[in-house]
């Protein structure tokens, strides 16, 4: 583990059991994360991407422990927080929070602004609606908002707004380090430009550390430090942004790139089309995952399973072209 | 290249309980044949309200309160319900964002694709399913007799996409309406979609109206484009010309918000939000959020101009070709 | 002292943190008036609330004050509803068993609403053990007709108007916490609850302070459209003797003390049933006007 690292998840497995059968016993596992390891520096925006089905938005809840991992550690400033319990484990809860990725449904449609951003300071530190008062406006302004916002209901804001006030939430309890996933996907463009700025700003004022989780890597390559490819639960590559983007090493990481529109036409970029449908985490192909669809494919990707090694200084790379 | 569609003064309202929403303001837009046509705009713009008032589909509480839909040589809004839905799937036809859910759960593959081709060329049913086959390969189904039987719950959400672009084109439409076809899909998926369609479009010789907010895909796949704007279409022309030299102020702030190579923190972004379209602002919609607003701008709603050969542009920026100010 | 200014001010911001709520309800109120129904629903619903209010008032006669000589008189300016076997007015009895109805149908669907909703929440978000056993609870009561249930409670128990209740809420109560917990289970994968738990709320406070406000509406609803089924209950309890005790004036008591004189003297029976049938449908209709309301698809 690193020694800056705020964050280090180490072997972390997630499989969700398949019942099937008359007596509905266990027949199977979806191995949405599977032998999952990185660490998170201090104070960097750690960048997670892939497609649906790679397994990390369930990565990035099962870090917060809203999902509890089949397997494997993950130490937050040094602890092992799959040890804590109860009222410690409530505790780290002020230092790791979530920015979900919808905002039409990670906001209670019956409460007011005021209560959604004010609960964590209720829950944690028994506070009082009028004393509150000013901190919720504080955190409003912070955000981009009015003091008349906390009188409104969700189903009122737009959907940049309503992020604003996801990320509210997530301020309220000052903590050190933020789950995004997918926090811009849902909103246009210009709506996305904001709040990235948003993010940065208070990234930088706030002394925060980002985990952020998305499929497109236009913004991935725009907000993040350091980038992880993720794909049917393992971790393909790992490095520096400049890195991954300019130098690709695995296959994935290669045609993921070369998939994303770009809005100039003059580019004419050689499409790598991948065939074949990405395949399920259950049951997922014996040997290297991504040898079904992979243009490079040998006998060995089919049979054995890639590490995930050092290939250049800090940069990892799970593909038997490189080892 | 000759004129298939042309959409005049098109305006469309919403009547609710909040009261009525401007949602279409005039839109003018000219598609031809061959042409793989995009139309652009982010939440809010109108441009599914305007492929819905082309078919024809607008209901209650919305009517298409005026303007003129002309699609080879006739007038669209003046047709009886029963001529448009000669119209309706066999000359414009059209897809959604979530193909899962335009299919029927209860039947498989199959028959739905038996049952466009039977509505298509007046087969029964029997005769339309010995094609099922040869459409599913038209549209590069791996393993068509497989999905052939298959439901659409079995099926992905590519592959959906694929069976829906095989039943709407199996009745040969002269224009296909493409409503976020990839939205809902994945990156890797999405590139196989468009090069799909891309292919067809130049064997069969149709023209695509491709509706997105994505502009990335615009770039790469159309030939022209229009920008949509609070129920206007604010600029139009082909997609080079646009990206490369665009001419509306939210064109330019929507094209620079791109720019992901910007610092962190410095995106470009659109002051303001978009406006209410029950009260729309005077004048030009765009105002109060450009930055280059005037005195007429708040007054009197823009005209579209056409500023070089095949771009028009509705901005008072523009006269006689030329822009006003320094920018 | 609170000058005139503070007022203003304390108002103006009173204002402001209720719009939304205020428009929410303008808009509810908006939705009402669109629909004749429910304005009948709930016109016939205000009415039984306000004679049961003003009972002493508006009933021209003793309930219970018998007149022998007039007994089993026909309808008469006097007595517009006739008289009873035992010489009494029907109308102040029909007006006096507003009471008593609304009584049951309160009392009985707070009891087993309150009782059934919260054990429905618990075992829907608690899932595993916990919502097993409740199930198989609720499966052993719907497993009898409601009707015979109540009967045997009621007999059990012995018959008296409380008895009686108490009958109707056991056998009430399962169709509540079936449908809380089907509430329970479909918010309990929404974002907005995983996000409760990521800022470390308690169990019982996503229970009762997330998950129950969004179950409300569609219990409302029930509520409403159960109370003509539990007034019919009682009615029928009553007909059989398990419920009011005379003389207390029930309407399925009344009716069924007509029963021997339905062929001659028809008004005995058919006023108090009059009265049951209007009850029901004014609750029903109400039911249906708040479900439309509420409905989230309807809404916006």
């Keep these: 583990m690193m020694d800056d690292a705020i964050l280090s998840v180490e072997n972390i497995k997630k499989y969700f059991p398949v ?45 917060l422990r809203l999902i509890e991992p089949t397997s494997g550690k993950i130490y937050f400033k040094g602890k092992n927080i799959l040890d804590l319990k109860g009222r410690e484990l409530q505790e780290i809860r002020r230092d790791m929070q979530i920015v979900f990725q919808d905002p039409y449904s990670s906001l209670h449609p019956r409460k007011m602004v005021a209560d959604i951003v004010g609960e964590p300071l209720i829950v944690h530190e028994k506070a009082k609606k009028s004393e509150i008062r000013g901190r919720l406006v504080e955190l409003m302004k912070l955000v981009g908002l009015s003091e008349e916002h906390l009188y409104r209901f969700p189903h009122e804001f737009s959907g940049g707004q309503r992020q604003r006030i996801a990320i509210a939430r997530a301020l309220v309890l000052n903590p050190k380090f933020l789950v995004l996933d997918e926090p811009t996907s849902a909103l246009d463009v210009s709506v996305q430009a904001k709040i990235l700025n948003l993010l ?9 550390t980002y985990l ?64 074949g449908e990405v395949p399920s985490p259950y049951n997922p192909p014996m040997g290297c995952r991504f040898s079904s669809r992979c243009p490079n494919a040998t006998e060995k990707c089919i049979e054995q399973e890639p590490e995930l090694a050092e290939f250049r200084p800090d940069h990892f790379v799970a593909c038997h072209e490189y080892n | ?39 652009a705009g982010e939440t809010g713009c109108g441009k599914s309200v305007t492929a819905l008032s082309i078919m024809r589909l607008i209901e209650e509480p919305g009517k298409i309160e005026g303007g003129k839909i002309i699609f080879n040589g006739r007038d669209l809004l003046k047709l009886s319900e029963d001529e448009m839905r000669r119209i309706r799937g066999k000359e414009i036809s059209m897809i959604f964002q979530e193909p899962k859910t335009a299919l029927n759960p209860v039947f498989k593959v199959n028959f739905q694709i038996a049952e466009a081709i039977s509505e298509a060329y007046n087969l029964k049913t029997k005769e339309a399913v010995k094609k099922v086959e040869g459409v599913l390969k038209d549209v590069e189904m791996a393993d068509p007799s497989k999905v052939a039987e ?10 959906a996409q694929r069976v829906l672009i095989g039943m709407t084109l199996s009745a040969k439409p002269k224009l296909l309406i493409a409503d976020e076809p990839t939205s809902s899909l994945d990156v890797s ?24 907010h994505d502009l990335g895909l615009i770039a790469e796949n159309c030939n022209r484009v229009a920008i949509m704007y609070a129920g206007n279409v ?21 094209l620079a918000a791109l720019d992901m190579s910007k610092e962190r923190g410095n995106l470009l972004t659109i002051e303001g939000i978009v406006p209410d379209l029950v009260n729309p602002p005077p004048g030009c919609r765009f105002h109060p959020r450009c930055p280059s607003v005037m005195k007429i701008c708040s007054v009197e709603k823009p005209r579209t101009l056409e500023i070089s050969s095949g771009h028009s542009v509705a901005c008072f920026l523009y006269d006689n070709g030329r822009r006003l100010d320094d920018g | 002292m609170v000058g005139i200014s503070d007022l203003r001010s304390n108002f103006k911001r009173w204002k402001m943190e209720h719009k939304s709520q205020i428009e929410d309800l303008q ?65 102040s009895r029909v007006i006096y068993g507003t009471r008593v109805t609304l009584m049951i149908a309160l009392i009985v669907t707070a009891i087993g609403g309150s009782i059934g909703t919260l054990l429905g929440v618990v075992a829907g978000f608690l899932g595993g053990r916990v919502d097993e056993v409740l199930m198989r609870i609720t499966d052993m009561f719907l497993a009898f007709p409601r009707l015979i249930l109540a009967l045997a409670f009621a007999a059990a128990l012995g018959p008296s108007l409380n008895n009686m209740m108490i009958a109707i809420a056991i056998v009430d109560w399962p169709i509540y916490a079936r449908l809380a917990r089907g509430q329970a289970l479909s918010i309990k994968r929404e974002d907005y609850i995983e996000a409760a738990r990521g800022i470390g709320a308690s169990k019982w406070r996503i229970m009762f302070l997330h998950i129950l406000p969004v179950c409300s509406s569609p219990i409302i609803v029930q509520l409403t459209l159960h109370m003509g089924t539990v007034i019919l209950t009682a009615a029928a309890l009553g007909f059989i003797g398990l419920g009011a005790q005379p003389p207390t004036p029930e309407w399925g008591v009344m009716v069924s003390d007509g029963r021997p004189y339905i062929m001659n003297q028809w008004w005995v029976s058919t006023f108090p049933g009059l009265a049951i049938m209007i009850a029901v449908l004014g609750f029903n209709l109400l039911g249906d006007g708040i479900r439309d309301i509420l409905d989230p698809k309807l809404r916006r």
């Design chain 1, 19 to 63: 019942q099937g059968g008359l007596l509905l016993r266990v027949i199977g596992y979806v191995k949405a994360v599977d032998d999952v390891s990185f660490d998170i520096k201090n104070g960097e925006i750690f960048g997670i991407a892939g497609e649906s089905g790679c397994g990390k938005t369930t990565l990035g809840r099962t870090i």
């Design chain 1, 200 to 208: 940065w700003e208070l990234k930088e004022n706030l002394e925060l």
């Design chain 1, 212 to 275: 952020f989780v998305t499929h497109d890597l236009a913004v991935m390559e725009h907000i993040s430090d350091r980038i992880a490819i993720m794909y049917l639960g393992k971790i393909v590559e790992i490095g520096a942004k400049r890195n991954i983007f300019s130098s690709p090493l695995h296959p994935y990481t290669e045609a993921l790139l070369s998939a994303i529109p770009i809005p100039d036409p003059e580019l004419k970029k050689e499409r790598i089309i991948l065939r």
């Design chain 2, 1 to 39: 290249m000759t004129e298939l569609l042309k959409v005049r003064d098109l305006r469309t309202n919403f009547y609710t309980y909040r009261g009525v929403v401007k949602a279409l303001n005039g839109v003018d837009l000219t598609i031809d044949t061959e042409e793989f046509f995009g139309l």
């Design chain 2, 150 to 159: 298959q439901y659409p719950h079995e099926l992905s959400g590519g592959m």
């Design chain 2, 189 to 212: 998926i999405q590139a196989q979609i468009m090069k799909l369609m891309n292919d067809l479009v130049k064997k069969l010789k149709i023209s695509v109206l491709l509706i997105t």
């Design chain 2, 234 to 254: 604010v600029e139009c022309g082909d997609v080079r010309t646009i990206f490369k030299k665009p001419a509306h102020p939210y064109t330019i702030g929507l």
């Design chain 3, 27 to 91: 808009y509810s109120l908006h939705l009402w008036r669109r629909s004749p129904l429910s304005i009948v629903g709930s016109i016939l619903v205000l009415s039984i609330i306000i004679t049961a209010i003003f009972v002493p008032y508006i009933a021209p006669y003793d309930p219970i004050e018998q007149d022998i000589k007039k007994r089993l008189g026909p309808p008469s300016w006097d007595h517009p509803f006739g008289m009873d076997n035992l010489g009494r007015d029907i109308l």
